[in-house]
């Protein structure tokens, strides 16, 4: 119940009337069964209601809850015989990014994605999952690594963004995030991104150039943190709800400005409400992307990412003022 949201509260108060109600009918063997049916049917109309109205607000705190699945979670029931592979063979192995080799119904792919901690003790290792250089370091090795052998590449979002610490910045966090970027549009083997939970800022964006870009439905995505952005716009990081609404950062407006090019669907109430659904739906949708992309030869899809991304956005022409 500690874990649960603010907006939740209504159906925990049912769900606890309907468990009370329950107990009363067999502890004392009555047949209540017609205002159990009433209360549940209550609940799943109250259910629909609230996770089929979520406000921006709403969704930021699903996409960073804390038994939000992470990629290791993922990993463990998208793909077979994932070996994991550690460091960037200059500086250490951070814990921010995860990455290795597995196979996808006996495809060999490399895997890269953020990873945040399971408890407090975890996400301090893994410093909430917002890497140093040596993260985006380690993530462009394996990946430069897949695309000697021609394995296809497959990256979890899910960070704040990279860690603004002035270690990081000493050991090149500008240039770490800038030579991913390089580096990823000229790969030669298919590239699919999926934000699984926070896409903040040139964090998300190291990992986020692929031929596909795909989100979960209670993911987010931005130029920067609700919280970053507010203090930079307002002066003030109380009003990221404020900010959060300008950026549009929830998946439809991602998907509408032509970024995300798929919307994952989730359970209700979020992907941690049942995790292996949300693996099986993902797993469907890259194999759905995947299938598109292996039919291309290397010059075309280097050229599909070329214009997945030369095509986003928009710009109009004002008439010429006189």
Do not use: W
């Amino acid at each position: 119940m500690a874990n649960e949201l603010p907006f939740e509260k209504p159906l925990i108060e049912l769900r606890e009337k309907i468990n009370e109600i329950r107990k009363f009918g067999i502890e004392k063997e009555i047949d209540i069964s017609e205002e159990i049916n009433r209360l549940e049917q209550r609940y799943t109309d109250l259910e629909e209601e609230i996770f089929s109205n979520l406000t921006v607000s709403q969704k930021i705190l699903i996409a960073r809850h804390p038994l939000r699945p992470t990629t290791l979670d993922y990993v463990q029931h998208i793909f077979d015989d994932f070996i994991e592979l550690h460091g960037d063979r200059t500086y250490g192995d951070d814990l921010a990014i995860v990455g290795g080799i597995a196979k996808l119904n006996g495809q060999p792919v490399t895997i890269v994605g953020h990873q945040k901690g399971k408890d407090t003790k975890d996400n301090i290792a893994r410093n909430f999952g917002m890497p140093h250089p040596e993260g985006f370091r380690k993530g462009l090795r394996l990946m430069k690594q897949a695309n000697k052998f021609k394995r296809p590449i497959i990256t979890f979002i899910d960070t704040p963004g990279a860690y603004p610490g002035g270690a990081a910045e000493e050991r090149g966090q500008a240039e770490a995030i800038a030579k991913n970027l390089l580096e990823m549009a000229g790969f030669e083997v298919p590239i699919i991104c999926i934000v699984i939970g926070e896409g903040g800022s040139g964090g998300a964006l190291a990992l986020g150039v692929g031929n596909r870009v795909l989100m979960l439905e209670n993911a987010i995505y931005s130029v920067s943190s609700p919280e970053a952005a507010a203090s930079i716009l307002y002066k003030d990081a109380s009003k990221s709800l404020l900010a959060a609404e300008s950026m549009r950062i929830t998946a439809n407006h991602i998907h509408n400005f032509g970024v995300a090019d798929d919307i994952i669907p989730e359970p209700k109430g979020g992907a941690h409400k049942d995790v292996k659904y949300q693996a099986e739906m993902i797993k469907e949708t890259i194999l759905k992307h995947l299938l598109q992309l292996n039919g291309l030869d290397e010059f075309e899809i280097k050229e599909d990412r070329y214009n997945k991304f030369r095509k986003i956005g928009s710009f109009t022409v004002p008439e010429e003022v006189y």
